[in-house]
């Protein structure tokens, strides 16, 4: 690793630190974070206070992991929601399948860690269900979404007129990578214990 390379991952982990004390790295040099987010405010807290699921559950503590690849900042980090959650942007414990834009098309290298955990911090406080993950949880709960009004931001805060018309994406699932794969096996004790 260059010492320019070391001396930004160092800098990038204070920073994050000052912001969220509730992230920090997992290993040195910090290549790996995992911290804790939920929504505190807002029409999320709001409908959560009314006991209106899916709302219920993004104000709860969520966990994240955001690993940097060897090729950061060129390439994005990769973000894994390690909490259960019913989310139509997330499904929990599926590592990269975490959509939001800056882990993607708009990730640029100049981006900052702490630009990222804003990012994953929206995603509870203004979900989006026009971008949806291939997953019936996040189909179920794009639904109820919708019925809400959401996403919020660039909206005012009228309701929206009904429309007969309904416009998505549904995105695919990424394929599991080998090592994603966990293999075990059961003795012939064991199955005799049974």
Request: charged residues 25%; positive net charge.
């Amino acid at each position: 690793m260059s010492t320019v390379f070391l001396s930004r991952l160092r800098e990038e982990k204070k920073f994050l630190q000052h912001q969220f004390p509730l992230v920090s790295a997992t290993n040195d040099p910090p290549t790996t974070y995992e911290g804790f987010l939920r929504c505190e405010r807002g029409p999320v807290k709001e409908l959560a206070d009314k006991v209106v699921w899916p709302f219920t559950e993004y104000v709860q503590m969520h966990r994240f992991r955001l690993e940097l690849p060897t090729e950061y900042p060129v390439t994005h980090p990769v973000a894994t929601w390690l909490t259960d959650i019913s989310h139509p942007n997330i499904v929990p414990n599926l590592r990269g399948v975490v959509c939001v834009s800056v882990l993607g098309k708009d990730w640029k290298p100049e981006t900052r860690l702490p630009a990222v955990v804003n990012a994953l911090y929206f995603l509870l406080v203004d979900p989006n269900p026009n971008d949806i993950w291939n997953h019936p949880k996040c189909f179920k709960a794009a639904e109820i979404l919708r019925r809400f009004d959401f996403p919020r931001r660039g909206k005012e805060r009228a309701p929206a007129v009904p429309s007969d018309i309904v416009r998505f994406n549904i995105i695919e699932l990424p394929k599991p990578a080998p090592s994603d794969t966990v293999r075990f096996s059961i003795s012939k004790r064991a199955k005799e214990e049974k």
